[in-house]
């Protein structure tokens, strides 16, 4: 009996070597599934993170770009608003001129030369009018105000009241737009 007791325990030992090996076999294998699955969660969390880093570099590219169109745009609206500045502002001397020949005309006789320069005098104001030309409206006895006017000199109020008025306008001032492209020059009281 021996023997037989000795071939049971060797059996038992080969079937427990052997459930041994298979549990081994059956942890180690959900070993590699636990590790392959990681290695495809944390793939695919990589793929997760890599496609919202170019989602985010691709708004902030189309914010850029919106930003950039809407600049330029303004910028042009800008330069159609003001493209004529230049001209216009060389053109105010002559504006002047003609004031001036207007004052003098309106002391001679001929009539008809005065109602003639007038008409030339009107319609070049008018032209530069429809191209954005306005005059910037100052008269005696408007406070003086430094963002608008040009003081070339200061005079003794000849009344209280004009004390830190302005009390004759030398040049007019004119504006392109919302834009003050000549200051009027103004004597102001002291």
């Known amino acids: 009996m021996s023997n037989e007791n000795k071939t049971d325990e060797m059996e038992d030992d080969v079937l427990n070597n052997i459930e041994e090996q298979a549990t081994e076999q059956d942890n180690s294998s959900s070993a590699e599934d636990n590790a392959n699955m990681e290695e ?3 793939l695919e969390e990589q793929l997760q993170a890599d ?7 691709f708004l902030r590219l189309f914010a850029e770009f919106e930003n950039y169109k809407r600049r330029t745009s303004k910028e042009r609206m800008d330069l159609f608003k003001t493209a004529g500045q230049e001209v216009i502002v060389s053109l105010l001397p002559v504006m002047d001129d003609f004031d001036r020949a207007l004052k003098e005309l309106s002391k001679s006789e001929d009539q008809e030369m005065f109602k003639g320069v007038e008409l030339i005098n009107n319609k070049f104001k ?8 306005q005059e ?3 008269k005696q006895g408007d406070s003086f105000d430094a963002e608008i006017h040009d003081a ?11 004390k830190g008025k302005i009390i004759d306008v030398v040049e ?3 504006k392109l ?3 003050i492209i000549r200051h009027p020059k103004v004597v102001v009281g002291n």
């Open 172 to 174: 007019k001032g004119f």
């Open 40 to 42: 495809e969660i944390s």
């Open 126 to 133: 008018e032209t530069l009018k429809n191209k954005g030309l």
């Open 177 to 179: 737009g919302d834009k």
């Open 136 to 138: 910037v409206e100052v």
């Open 51 to 57: 496609l919202d880093k170019e989602k985010d570099k």
């Open 152 to 162: 070339i000199t200061q005079i003794p109020a000849p009344e209280k009241k004009l």
